[in-house]
């Protein structure tokens, strides 16, 4: 098969993450490397929703040196800037479709990569549907990122790992800071964790490797029950000073209803999921009428998607990799593909494979129970081995004026 020629399209949607431009140096990289049959690599603006209105950037010109990549390696957030677009179904709204694929005919694109999520991973499925319907040559790529850790197919998505060393590291922080009055008091720790509780289990690593983080650990996989948990931090503080709870914020009692507070609005997002907050705040008026000790909640909220001054090392390396294999194999004439990590046994080591983009279109992937303690308030060592490789090595912040270097698209 002739490999196709021409021009190339990167976007990157949904939720920002500390590694999301490191996998989109990645691809930068794979469109410019020897023999690449890439002419041009064009960069969306805000993801599908500036494809629509032709807001391109020239990446190939952009980023003629490895000093730039590099630095956008280390540049949290997105650089091409994000959305939160669903794409329609075909059947049903055609007329976007051919819009799409016009704009793919006026640049000649033939190549498609899309840095994002579950949902994201929904759009290049659709449009390498529709390509292969009305029979228009072009590759189209999903490459992964989540902090949630929560797409099906992959071993982990990049991005994940060093949300979960940021978590792990501030609430081994915020026990340091409980810790230092023999007043007795609780500190609630709410994490992001919709459905999944992937970054929450993270918040037992301080515990594990240094003996000091939180006490008690609550994943969204588990119903919570609200006896079970007042009667876990009475036991807690009959023993010592000071407990600190881990809660994703996506917890449910046994009925289906959120812990987090205001959810009768039903508030969602736009792609219908419930907007969460406030579970941390519950739980701090609960431990205030049922034990009446000092409490306090604390919501990390976005600090933990693009906290780039604490990188995992191994996430930044393999989201570099993961970008550029994409590049490549999209060469390799197949479409519709998602990229991912296959963790090999023994030592720590993964293989990046494709799979097809349908197995993690619109699906959960949630934490297994074989990672959660019988008590349903904590994680088990199998959880404990399988996230400590991915936080390990340290980048080396650029830093002037005394403050961390970014590259931005103004």
């Known amino acids: ?112 990569y899309y840095i994002g999520g579950n949902d994201s991973m929904d759009t290049v499925m659709k449009l390498d549907g529709y390509a292969k319907k009305i029979g228009y040559e072009i590759k189209m790529i999903g490459v992964p990122k989540t902090i949630d850790n929560d797409i099906p197919i992959t071993d982990h998505t990049p991005g994940y790992a060093s949300a979960a060393k940021f978590v792990a590291t501030a609430v081994k922080e915020i026990e340091r800071d409980s810790s230092v009055y023999t007043l007795k008091s609780v500190t609630i720790v709410e994490i992001m964790g919709r459905d999944s509780g992937w970054l929450t289990a993270a918040a037992s690593l301080p515990k594990a490797l240094t003996g000091k983080g939180a006490d008690l650990v609550y994943l969204p996989e588990r119903v919570f029950d609200e006896e079970a948990f007042i009667r876990s931090v009475r036991e807690k503080l009959d023993i010592r000073s000071h407990v600190v709870v881990a809660i994703s914020e996506g917890i449910k009692y046994k009925n289906g209803r959120y812990v987090a507070e205001g959810l009768k609005n039903e508030v969602q997002d736009a792609f219908g999921h419930k907007i969460l907050a406030g579970a941390a ?66 030592n720590y080591r993964v293989d990046i494979v494709a799979v097809d983009v349908s197995l993690a279109a619109n699906k959960v992937k949630y934490v297994p129970d074989e990672f959660i303690n019988e008590n349903g308030d904590g994680v088990t060592e199998k959880c404990i081995e399988y996230i400590k490789p991915l936080i390990k090595g340290e980048i080396k912040v650029k830093y002037e004026d005394g403050m961390p270097v970014h590259i931005t698209l103004e």
Not at 303 to 312: D, Y
């Open 281 to 346: 705040r519950s739980l701090e008026r609960m431990i205030k009428k049922e034990i009446g000790c000092k409490v306090r909640a604390v919501e990390l909220n976005v600090l933990q998607r693009c906290s780039a001054h604490i990188l995992s090392l191994t996430d930044i390396k393999e989201s570099v990799r993961v970008g550029k294999k994409a590049v490549l194999y999209s060469f390799s004439g197949q479409s519709g593909k998602m990229m991912a990590f296959r963790r090999r046994e023994g």
């Open 1 to 112: 098969m002739a490999i196709l020629k021409g021009n190339a399209v990167v976007g990157q949607s949904g939720g920002p993450t500390a590694a999301i431009n490191a996998t989109l140096a990645g691809v930068i990289r794979g469109a410019a490397s020897e023999n690449s049959p890439i002419d041009k690599l064009y960069g969306m603006r805000n993801g599908i929703e500036g494809f629509l209105k032709e807001d391109f950037f020239d990446l190939s010109s952009f980023f003629g040196s490895e000093k730039k990549l590099k630095l956008l390696e280390n540049t949290p957030s997105s650089f091409l800037g994000s959305c939160r677009v669903k794409l329609p179904e075909s059947s049903k709204d055609a007329e976007v479709y051919e819009k799409i694929f016009s704009i793919f005919e006026k640049y000649n694109v033939k190549y498609f």
